[in-house]
């Protein structure tokens, strides 16, 4: 809201001021049919047009106040007045461009999860660059993934890397669209809480070596238990997908191979609980620090 005051002098000298106030309307959208939100829909669901516009769909308070937190800028909020006031949207998200009522169906439309909390953001990609990565502890845990293809995968991972405050995520050879919205999800946000960095294996193997950063792979070859490893100095914890664990690179390239044991039939676990476990090794090794 904008107040503006003029000052008038008549041809008798006679001054009169006037007050005017100018209000910015909200624009409000219920077809989703409307332009903005056709390209909305297709942000949700199309990778493609995710990278062509740079922009991706966040979900929920929660989430929208972990990216506000991580620094993510914001082209647009819409809200469903039904359930999430204006008021409630421009306290949530202070700096974004431009804040949209929008109908029920519309945001239905655009959401992608059964509870709704009635606010949806649109937010600017991040570059993920290797080279960004503040490694500002001198003693770093790293965790490295390769080649993860599952949302859901990388969600749990991003997740146990949050609960265990690591220094960097770093993603070797990406599969996966980092803003998919099931990875903004399954996250809950931990996407905006975790240093992350995309790069080639070579590139990821490179900064971890530039950085005199131990390679510990979890490995069914040539391989030490977990817990019998060492991993209180400057380590990155590295994990191949649960189908073709790691390539070839990674095995030559490791300072030690480690394994969980398996008591059971089947000879590989979920990549975020096998993460999880050698994660948190490494912490108690440390003192939870």
């Known amino acids: ?3 503006f005051v003029f ?3 008549t041809n008798n000298f006679t001054q009169r001021t006037f007050h005017l106030t100018f209000v910015n309307m909200t624009k409000h959208i219920s ?3 409307n332009p903005l939100i056709k390209d909305l829909i297709l942000y949700k669901e199309k990778s493609r047009a995710r990278r062509r516009a740079q922009l991706f769909l966040i979900e ?14 914001f082209r647009y909020v819409l809200f469903n007045p039904d359930i999430h006031s204006e008021e409630q949207s421009r306290a949530l998200v202070p700096n974004a461009e431009e804040f949209i009522s929008v109908s029920e169906e519309v945001y239905h439309r655009l959401a992608y999860r059964e509870g709704t909390q009635g606010i949806l953001g649109v937010a600017e990609f991040k570059a993920f660059e290797l080279a960004d990565l503040q490694l ?4 770093p845990l790293i965790l490295v993934a390769e080649a993860p293809e599952k949302p859901g995968n990388i969600g749990g991972l991003l997740r146990t890397a949050d609960a265990a405050a690591l220094d960097a995520v770093i993603i070797a050879n990406p599969k996966t669209d980092m803003f998919n919205p099931n990875i903004v999800r399954s996250s809950v946000g931990c996407l905006f ?7 080639s294996t070579s590139e990821v193997i490179a900064f971890l070596r530039d950085r005199g950063i131990k390679i510990c792979c979890a490995s069914l070859q040539a391989s030490e238990q977990y817990d019998k490893i060492d991993l209180t100095g400057p380590t990155a914890l590295v994990v191949g997908t649960e189908s073709e664990g790691l390539s070839e690179i990674w095995t030559k390239q490791s300072d030690k191979n480690l394994i969980i044991p398996m008591l059971g039939e089947i000879d590989s676990m979920n990549v975020s609980v096998a993460a999880g476990i050698l994660i948190f090794e490494a912490k108690r090794q440390r003192g939870f620090k």
């Open 60 to 73: 929920g308070r929660r989430e929208i106040s972990l990216a506000v937190k991580g620094d993510y800028d």
């Open 193 to 199: 809480t975790n240093q992350i960095g995309l790069g």
């Open 1 to 3: 809201m904008a107040r």
């Open 136 to 139: 500002d502890n001198p003693n």
């Open 31 to 33: 077809s989703i049919q």
């Open 7 to 9: 000052l008038i002098i």
